[in-house]
């Protein structure tokens, strides 16, 4: 009999193990399907960046070395690409990655984190393996952000301020003089991270702008993702920047080789991919449009979408999303939201399949 329970470190129990969704494998098989048009991760529908590919191709001999623990030349190209130092970027095995790092680093049992609700899930995991309580805010019924709530809840106790924006599941961003506004008034000890894994699919004049006085701030943490605008999600790579005194404490914590090489190379690449950027942007700009209209259509609330994916209020989530799953249509729900669907924006035709499979769901109610 193994006495497993009694030795594992407090709070661990509590912790639900990540349900991601079904993958396309597991929906064929569960309805038979030949075909499934997969909107439920924010993926890029344009598929990787092809100088990613062909810096794959090129780094696959390679693998039997470890890869460069500090990922310099991918660290060179960030910094390069945002005009930073080198010693502000840190790359990590997916922004996820970085997210439990900070956690690490950062939180003693009893320390607190702020975020908005609903959210990336993520944040409050990594507070959960440190045992950090976490105080949610929750976003107005718009989904806009309230700062005055997330101001107050922030006290002496508090290390790590989360801002996603574009937020992930809403798609709405955090306004630049909102974020101004909390920067003034939030005290040393907090460190701010901004979460801007879609911030590239944003063209909202009021966004966020990651500039040099921005990053200069020492409380101030940006992560990036390569898993969705340049669309390497199964690579798992992301990146921070922030003072780099911050990542001097992070490096400790981090694992030796947390970026495999192919990543590195790839992701470099991918940064100089203006086109393969250019045009996610650009298809999701007209993905936007196309869900706005077809909301109208169907007479449902699309959530004004800064993002590759919208928040649509079909009524009956889970009900809603099971009816599309059988239709081959895998989409997103939970986080809270009883009403609301994620749907990630695909390519046209999976839009379309997408909006043909929701009529016909929303009309048999
Ligand atoms: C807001 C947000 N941050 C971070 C991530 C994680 O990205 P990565 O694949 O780089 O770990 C996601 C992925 O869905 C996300 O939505």
């Known amino acids: 009999m193994l006495h497993i329970a009694n030795r594992v470190r407090p709070g661990?129990?509590?912790i639900e193990p990540y349900q991601p969704g079904l993958t396309d494998d597991e929906l064929k098989h569960r309805y038979g399907l030949t075909h499934v048009v997969k909107l439920n991760a924010n993926e890029n529908a344009l598929g990787p960046s092809p100088l990613a590919l062909a810096a794959i191709r090129n780094e696959l001999a390679m693998l039997h070395h470890y890869p460069d623990g500090a990922s310099e030349l991918l660290r060179q190209a960030i910094?390069?690409?945002?005009?930073?130092?080198?010693d502000a970027v840190l790359a990590g095995n997916g922004s996820d990655d970085i997210i439990k790092l900070l956690s690490e680093t950062f939180l003693d049992p009893g320390d607190e984190v702020v975020m908005p609700s609903p959210s990336f899930s993520q944040y409050a995991f990594g507070a959960a393996i440190m045992r950090a309580t976490v105080r949610k805010v929750p976003l107005r019924d718009d989904f806009t952000y309230d700062v005055e709530a997330i101001r107050a809840a922030v006290n002496e106790r508090t290390k790590l301020v989360y801002l996603c924006t574009p937020n992930n599941p809403t798609a709405t961003i955090l306004r630049r003089?909102?974020?101004?506004?909390?920067?003034?008034?939030?005290?040393?000890?907090?460190l701010v991270v901004l979460d801007l894994a879609y911030h590239d699919y944003s063209l909202h004049p009021e966004r966020v702008v990651e500039d040099a006085v921005l990053l200069a701030?020492?409380?101030?943490?940006?992560?990036?993702?390569?898993?969705?605008?340049?669309?390497?999600?199964?690579?798992?790579?992301?990146?921070?920047?922030?003072?780099?005194?911050?990542?001097?404490?992070?490096?400790?914590?981090?694992?030796?080789?947390?970026?495999?090489?192919?990543a590195q190379r790839a992701a470099a690449a991918a940064l100089q991919d203006e086109e393969h950027r250019r045009r996610s942007q650009a298809h999701a700009q007209a993905s936007r449009t196309y869900y706005e209209q077809a909301a109208v259509d169907l007479g449902i609330w699309a959530v004004p979408s800064e993002a590759n994916f919208v928040l649509l209020k079909t009524g009956d989530a889970a009900a809603t999303t099971q009816a599309l799953m059988a239709r081959g249509v895998m989409v997103?729900?939970?986080?809270?939201?009883?009403?609301?669907?994620?749907?990630?924006?695909?390519?046209?035709e999976e839009n379309e399949a997408c909006i043909a499979a929701l009529r016909?769901?929303?009309?048999n109610r």
């Open 217 to 262: 701030d020492p409380r101030v943490v940006a992560l990036h993702t390569f898993s969705k605008l340049y669309g390497l999600a199964g690579l798992r790579v992301g990146y921070g920047l922030a003072h780099p005194q911050v990542w001097s404490y992070v490096n400790r914590v981090r694992e030796p080789f947390n970026v495999n090489r192919v």
């Open 79 to 86: 910094a390069q690409f945002h005009g930073v130092a080198v």
């Open 177 to 190: 003089s909102e974020l101004a506004w909390l920067l003034e008034r939030l005290p040393e000890q907090v």
């Open 12 to 14: 661990i129990d509590q």
């Open 332 to 348: 997103r729900a939970g986080f809270g939201l009883s009403e609301y669907i994620r749907v990630t924006f695909g390519t046209d």
């Open 360 to 363: 016909e769901v929303l009309a």
